[in-house]
């Protein structure tokens, strides 16, 4: 069955289930990696020589360990906004990362993993007024101008939160995902859709992974 109507989803944050990727290289090169503004950084990469990462697991990061088995992500989180894919899930989902982004290599271990950098910028989508902002007035969850979300399935950054959100328009994203056999390793949140406005951020303790992509 063939889901109509907008939305908008976000992948936000390494889920409890899996490890996580930790910058091996000098803290030099954070503020580097801080500037994925959705421009193409494709010319400056190093792709022979590629950034080292480790990965960690979640009981490492959070010194709480409960005995459970992490799981090594196809599609994991390194900073807010972002995403790392490994060498299957960049080949299998070539053609549809590529249409929003650039796949730039990592050597995370010895072996190959790609930074998705998402190019995919929508202006001018944000309705102000409609949307969660914090104390200060800084947009903390947006709502949405219907007219300006693609329908179909796309990955997305706004310039109002270009380096710290990554958002997905339309549906099957998660089933995408799922019909390549890929480990999910993020979180998946509801944001907006035309019907419920914009949707509160839930906790992170709660896995929203499955239903709403």
């Not at 080292?52 to 959070?62: D, G, I, V």
Request: hydrophobic share 40%; aromatic share 12%.
């Amino acid at each position: 069955m063939v889901q109509s109507g907008k939305k908008v989803i976000e992948i936000f944050s390494t889920t409890t289930h899996s490890m996580v990727f930790i910058l091996q290289d000098k803290l030099d090169i954070w503020a580097e990696w801080l500037q994925f503004d959705g421009q193409s950084k494709s010319k400056k990469w190093d792709m022979h020589n590629p950034p080292q990462m480790l990965l960690q697991s979640y009981e490492q990061n959070q010194k709480n360990v409960d005995g459970k088995m992490r799981i090594v992500p196809d599609i994991g989180n390194f900073n807010p906004g972002d995403i790392i894919l490994s060498k299957m899930a960049a080949e299998r989902l070539e053609n549809f990362w590529l249409r929003f982004g650039e796949l730039l290599p990592l050597d995370v271990e010895g072996v190959t993993y790609f930074y998705y950098n998402v190019t995919n910028v929508i202006e001018n989508a944000v309705d102000f007024e409609k949307s969660i902002k914090g104390r200060r007035g800084q947009l903390r969850r947006p709502a949405f101008i219907a007219d300006a979300i693609p329908d179909d399935l796309q990955i997305f950054k706004i310039p109002e939160q270009r380096f710290a959100s990554l958002y997905v328009s339309g549906h099957g994203f998660t089933k995408l995902i799922q019909e390549q056999g890929l480990k999910l390793g993020v979180y998946i949140f509801p944001v907006w859709s035309p019907s419920t406005g914009v949707v509160p951020q839930p906790s992170l303790f709660e896995d929203y992974s499955a239903p709403h992509g």
